[in-house]
């Protein structure tokens, strides 16, 4: 099965299931739908950066603060939570990723999908999906906060990044 065809729930403006779809669907029309990022960090608390692969159905080519992915149909946001971080991270038996909030991203232009973000102490060495993952690197905060103006970002990235920085004050 490929990744368009994955089954996705989709939502209402409270982050209520209304139906399923199809990825490929779902991305084409628009339709909300449930999405986590986790913040993963190594043992010195520098952040995991990367850059999603040209394959990828959303966001090509972009850098990312944050793994993550969609919720699949009757998933938990906590169950997608670590099953995105151990895949994309390629590191089984992660801690499971604490929850900090959740937001609706809506980038105005038929994007839209509730967001639960997360972060994970990843204290092993990562072996990401060279499917989803293009170069990667943990980065000291310091640093990914210089390369926001430089790199091009996934716009939902730099959402829950900012909204994340609002968070923890």
Known sequence: MSAADEILDIVDEHDRVIGQSPRGVAYAEGLRHRCVFIQARDAEG????????????????LYDMFVGGVVGTGESYDDAALREAEEELGVP????????????????????????VYE?????????????????????EPEVERRLVEWAWVP????????LRAHRG
Do not use: M, N
Not at 93 to 116: M, N
Not at 120 to 140: H, I, K, S, T
Not at 158 to 163: G, N, P
């Open 93 to 116: 038996g992660l801690p499971r990723p604490e929850y900090l909030f959740k937001f609706l991203y809506d980038d105005g232009a038929g994007r839209t999908w509730w967001s639960a």
């Open 120 to 140: 994970v102490r990843c204290e092993v060495p990562v072996r990401p999906q060279a499917e989803e993952v293009a170069w990667y690197d943990f980065l000291p």
């Open 46 to 61: 520098r952040i995991f950066v990367h850059r999603r692969t040209p394959t990828k159905l959303v966001f090509p080519s």
């Open 156 to 163: 939902d990235g730099l959402a829950a990044y900012e909204r």
